[in-house]
């Protein structure tokens, strides 16, 4: 990938499927090659949110919202320290950003990081491909990258289609480690200290730790590779599994680690891959959605109150668990505590003899809906009862 001056940037780009289909459009932020698994995501704002979220590492994100940009990038909404996303897909960019807090252009940003995205093209009929056919490899080409034989200045499709059939799978992605801190850090409580806990980062985003952290809880971020041991080294009231990218099936040792946790009882969250971790931990299978969940706009149900909450999610992985039973389980009685309302697909997992649970989508709101902070306040009451 190479960065690009805003003139180059108005380049013509390609977009093309695993599959064979191809969109022609322009070059937006870098110019260059990129490749990644194509997903679409319905969320209406917060794409400075998406774009740092670890858990896109590798995929390319396709908005279906078609005016993207619109309040620049500010110094105060990212969750990682840089942009995740292999590739951007947008339809229609915003020429000038306004809102208080843009410190910058989105084109620029992408550009100075040097994230290869296209623009102009037509999103609709993108994503209705995806939803048809299923998530799947893409590549976007721009500047040389473009460019066909003899200096034609025409894309030999051929050749660029065989560049995205030979990238890598999604499926068997074990890439937790290459998003994770390498080192431990503490987050602060905010206030009086309550609580400690140990959080495992699997592609961790900054406002998980915040919202412990603003409920009494010190949080010792620890990197993927953690053991037990180094998780019982903090002496935690609980343990965290974060969010994070890849195939939940290739996690086998964050498995291990919290099969241990939960042999001895700490209480234990999980949200997203931490949800997907749990669910392979008690036993259940995990499986790829045919294109996921990404958005800021999902329904999901509580099922132990019946409530329905507006959520955000990302995920294109699931939990296979039975819906309608409890479930046996190396570590007691668990079942299915949330479920998504469009599909059904499993959303949230608890044990009914241990105070261990899981969401598959983001309570943490960053971007989305607040429906879902309960969810830390439930981490808070099992440390409570644990010391009760
Ligand atoms: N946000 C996440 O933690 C995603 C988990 C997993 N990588 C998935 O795609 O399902």
């Given at each position: 990938m190479?960065?690009s ?15 064979g ?12 090659e ?12 917060g794409?400075?949110e ?5 858990s896109?590492?590798?995929q390319v ?10 309040t ?11 942009i995740?996303?292999s590739?951007f897909?947008v339809?229609?960019?915003?020429r000038?950003?306004s809102?208080?807090r ?9 550009a100075?990081?040097?994230v290869?995205g ?8 993108l ?10 490899r ?15 200045g ?9 560049k995205v059939q030979?990238?890598?799978q ?15 850090y ?40 953690a ?20 195939d ?13 946790v ?7 969250f999980?949200?997203c891959?931490g949800n ?9 299978g ?12 999902q329904p999901?149900q509580d099922?132990t109150?019946?409530?329905?909450e507006v959520?955000a999610h ?5 939990v ?10 190396p ?20 044990l009914?003899d ?27 009451q099992?440390?409570?009862g644990?010391?009760?």
């Open positions: 190479t960065t001056t805003r003139a180059a940037a108005k380049a013509p780009a390609i977009l093309v499927l695993e599959d289909r191809s969109f022609r459009g322009r070059a937006y932020g870098a110019v260059g990129t490749f990644g698994e194509a997903v679409f995501s319905t969320g209406m704002t794409y400075q998406t774009l740092t979220d670890p896109y590492h590798r994100v396709v908005m279906t919202a078609p005016h993207i940009g619109n620049g990038v500010n110094d105060e909404d990212p969750e990682s320290a840089r995740w996303v590739g897909v339809r229609d960019p915003a000038t950003p809102n208080w843009s410190a910058r252009t989105l084109d620029d940003e992408l100075a990081q040097g290869v296209i623009s102009g093209i037509d999103t609709r009929a994503t209705r491909h995806l939803r048809e056919r299923g998530a799947m893409v590549g976007i080409f721009s500047g040389p990258a473009l460019d066909g034989p003899a200096g034609t025409l894309a030999d499709e051929a050749a660029l289609l065989a030979s990238a890598p999604m499926k068997g992605a074990d890439l937790s480690a290459e998003v994770a801190t390498k080192e431990a503490v987050v602060p409580a905010q206030g009086t200290k309550r609580f400690t806990v140990a959080a495992v980062d699997l592609g961790i985003k900054g406002m998980t730790p915040y919202r412990m952290a603003e409920r009494g809880i010190e949080v010792h971020v620890l990197p993927a590779t053991s037990a041991e180094d998780v019982y080294a903090v002496d935690p009231d609980g343990v965290f599994f974060s969010n994070g990218p890849g939940p099936a290739t996690a086998d040792h964050p498995v291990s680690v919290m099969q241990a939960l042999e001895r009882g700490t209480p234990l999980g949200i891959f997907q971790i749990l669910g392979r931990a008690l036993g259940f995990t499986y790829k959605l045919k294109y996921g969940h990404r958005g800021i706009n999901v099922r109150t019946g409530k329905v959520t990302n995920h294109g992985f699931a296979d668990a039975p819906l309608d039973k409890i479930s046996e389980t570590y007691g009685r668990a079942e299915v505590s949330h479920v998504c309302l469009n599909d059904n697909v499993v959303e949230g997992l608890q009914l241990r105070p261990a649970f899981s969401v598959q989508y983001h309570p943490e709101a960053a971007a989305g809906p607040h429906d879902a902070a309960y969810l830390f306040d439930r981490f808070v099992l440390m409570e644990q010391r009760a």
